[in-house]
């Protein structure tokens, strides 16, 4: 049974599960609506919000919110760690909640895949929280693309300046002032003490575990997991790219630190040609000033960035400008007219949705494939070599590899029957 559509004017009952750092970006995303729920494992964050949100029921287990509180909203927003995204999604959508999600849309590939699988069959409105997509300028550079003057692009660059933080490990088991069990969720991994001394995210807001989980393979995906989805979602959307059918990766360790996710990584993906264009070979790098693992090549000004290389010309883009080249193919260059309208925002796009049962742009039957094909790249490096994937039946050529692609569940914390 499917919650019932509400007219434009009626607000929305919303559970947040997650109220801190990207929760509570998330939290004032959706405020527009009522916040009827509150769940966080962090007494001090949930309480924080709680002063924001007086009326609001608060948990601090979304397994209790969900068992005794179901009644109370009609969609969820979900902000917590990586390692804890499907789970409560799952128990979301199996009871008909429509649900935004932070990205990457899940930990792992076998996640992603169910997440997608879910949304579809039961017809939820989703989201997934890549809010650079509602932005004009992506919209500009996929119009460009999109209109051929570029002309044949099968060549894309995609690069990330940042490294992740080196991390130490200090001691078997955290003391955090929060439950470090409940924290943990379904990861088999016991929540141990680390600390990030040179860190530029470290605050006093952002003890550990907060923020930091995300350097360390028992519970986040290192750089490509965090901002893959950010940054790849500009070719996937501007040449329809799906899913790669082959994924080699390269990288290194160049820091000292008990976290052990690559500073410096390559990853190749080769996407089947499809819908009038050819086959597309992407590359990501990360830590590192431009499209080089060596470091060799920069583009001023984008530190950070997207290079499609079409037949006529190139298209070089970060999150809020572009710029076309050479410079013979930029004198002539006219924008085609804009025919992708404005977005109304990544958040009330999706309550708005929720509401009338309309589109969002990145429903989980897109942003579950963005995922996917992001985080086949660490499978490919964790693996140790290049792998080739079978979109249909979720596995690649190797067993060492297919061991990457789902992760077992905590007793206490398993997925419900879907």
């Known amino acids: 049974m499917y919650v019932r559509a509400r007219g434009q004017n009626e607000r929305l009952n919303l559970a947040v599960i997650g109220v801190a750092d990207r929760g509570g970006a998330n939290l004032a995303g959706v405020a527009h609506e009522n916040v009827a729920v509150l769940c966080d494992v962090d007494p001090a964050r949930l309480g924080a919000a709680k002063t924001r949100f007086p009326m609001a029921t608060d948990f601090i287990d979304y397994r209790q919110m969900f068992d005794r509180a179901s009644n109370r909203f009609d969609a969820v927003v979900i902000s917590t760690p990586d390692h804890s995204h499907c789970l409560p999604a799952v128990m979301a959508m199996t009871r008909g909640k429509h649900v935004y999600c932070e990205k990457p849309l899940a930990y792992s590939v076998a996640e992603c895949r169910l997440m997608r699988k879910l949304a579809v069959e039961r017809r939820l409105v989703t989201q997934m929280g890549t809010q650079i997509h509602a932005g004009d300028n992506y919209r500009r550079v996929v119009e460009i693309v999109r209109a051929g003057l570029l002309g044949s692009v099968t060549r894309v660059h995609v ?56 350097y360390w393979w028992e519970f986040g995906g290192g750089q490509l997991a965090d901002f893959g989805c950010h940054f790849m979602d500009l070719p996937a959307w501007a040449l329809n790219l799906g899913l790669p059918t082959r994924v080699e990766a390269t990288g290194r360790k160049t820091y000292e630190g008990d976290n052990t996710v690559p500073d410096v990584m390559q ?37 950070s960035g997207v290079l499609f290389e079409g037949d006529r010309g190139k298209l070089l883009a970060d999150y809020s400008k572009y710029r076309v080249f050479p410079e013979a193919f930029a004198r002539d260059f006219v924008a085609p007219p804009r025919s992708i309208p404005a977005s109304i925002g990544h958040h009330r796009e999706w309550t708005e949705a929720v509401k009338n049962n309309g589109p969002t742009t990145c429903n989980f039957d897109y942003s579950g494939r963005l995922a996917e094909a992001v985080l086949l790249g660490n499978v490919a490096y964790r693996t140790g070599r290049p792998i080739a994937w079978n979109a249909e ?15 077992e569940y905590r007793r206490g914390w398993e997925l419900p029957l879907t």
Do not use: C, M
């Not at 264009?277 to 583009?299: I, K, N």
């Not at 039946?393 to 992760?407: C, E, F, H, Q, V």
């Open 267 to 303: 990853v190749d993906y080769r996407f089947p040609a499809a819908q009038g264009r050819g086959e597309v070979h992407l590359t990501w790098y990360h830590g590192v000033p431009g499209p080089a693992l060596d470091g060799s090549v920069r583009h001023e000004g984008f530190g």
């Open 393 to 407: 039946t979720g596995r690649t050529d190797s067993p060492d590899a297919d061991r990457y692609l789902a992760r």
């Open 159 to 214: 690069w990330l300046g940042s490294k992740p933080p080196a991390g130490v490990r200090k001691g078997p088991r955290a003391t955090p002032k929060l439950d470090i069990d409940l924290w943990a969720g379904p990861a088999t991994t016991e929540l141990f003490d680390a600390d990030h001394p040179n860190s530029p995210h470290k605050s006093d807001s952002r003890p550990w575990p907060h923020f930091h989980w995300r």
